[in-house]
């Protein structure tokens, strides 16, 4: 019988968490599999990757979260509700493949943060508005019932802009969650521009970036005393429910 592959498509895929770990898990464990990288910039070519006959599970990261569903034959009700999949369960039949999409991310999430959460933290703005905020918007609402304002560079309805982060709202929304991409390797530099002169001790700034372990935002947070978080307990929660996903 061929060896198993999974693997992760997004793109760029350098500061990719998820082949190394799962690597190590399939030979600490003797399983007979492989974790691949495809960096892909068309999403369309997901589906000559999926055709691929040993592959049997991906995860799915930037930028495609949202861009794959389309191409999926079926997808999960969580992942429905969220408009994010970061998951592809691949069953092979006699009468063809089935792709089932999933989001993990929510779980993932909520199982690192909610140790966090103190009874002050009852609103949250959440940075960015991609695939990855929407699993965060889900799951502090739904799963931690915790008020959300996202927050974009762009206005929208029911979004609102940095340059709208007065006093008013950053001491009442204690939980900060960036969930763009500023801040990750190799652009470490950068970050979000909150006012970072407006935290204090009561806020939880939680970072999803991994690589730095500690972004410029997570520094410029704790120097006004937030506590921070940053997400790799969040990528072994998501990537474990991957797992029994795919082997369910």
Same mark, same amino acid.
């Given at each position: 019988m061929a060896t198993k592959i999974f693997g992760l498509v997004g793109y760029p895929l350098g500061h990719s968490f998820s082949k190394k770990y799962f690597n190590e898990k399939f030979a600490d464990e003797n399983i007979d599999a492989e974790y691949? /990288?495809? %960096?892909? %910039?068309?999403? /369309? %070519?997901v589906t000559d990757i999926i055709n691929h006959n040993d592959i049997f599970g991906l995860n799915v990261t930037i930028p495609h979260k949202i861009s794959v569903i389309p191409l999926l034959s079926q997808i999960d009700p969580i992942a429905e509700a969220i408009g994010s999949v970061n998951v592809i369960k691949i069953i092979r039949t006699d009468n063809g493949i089935i792709t089932r999409g999933y989001n993990t991310d929510a779980i993932g999430f909520t199982t690192s943060i909610k140790p966090l959460i103190q009874p002050h933290h009852r609103h949250a703005l959440v940075l960015g508005t991609g695939g990855a905020s929407k699993a965060v918007v889900? &799951? =502090?609402?739904? =799963?931690l019932g915790i008020d959300v304002q996202s927050v974009s560079r762009n206005p929208a309805p029911g979004i609102i802009t940095y340059a709208d982060l007065d006093s008013k709202i950053m001491e009442s929304h204690t939980v900060v969650v960036n969930a763009t991409p500023l801040g990750m390797y190799p652009h470490v530099e950068t970050h979000p521009d909150i006012p970072y002169r407006l935290l204090s001790p009561q806020h939880l700034c939680f970072d999803l970036t991994y690589n730095p372990s500690v972004t410029t935002f997570m520094r410029m947070s704790s120097e006004f005393g937030a506590k921070t978080c940053n997400g790799k307990g969040m990528l072994i929660g998501q990537a474990l &429910? &991957?797992?029994?996903i795919w082997n369910e």
């Open positions: 691949k /990288n495809f %960096e892909i %910039e068309d999403i /369309n %070519e889900y &799951a =502090l609402q739904q =799963l &429910a &991957a797992w029994d």
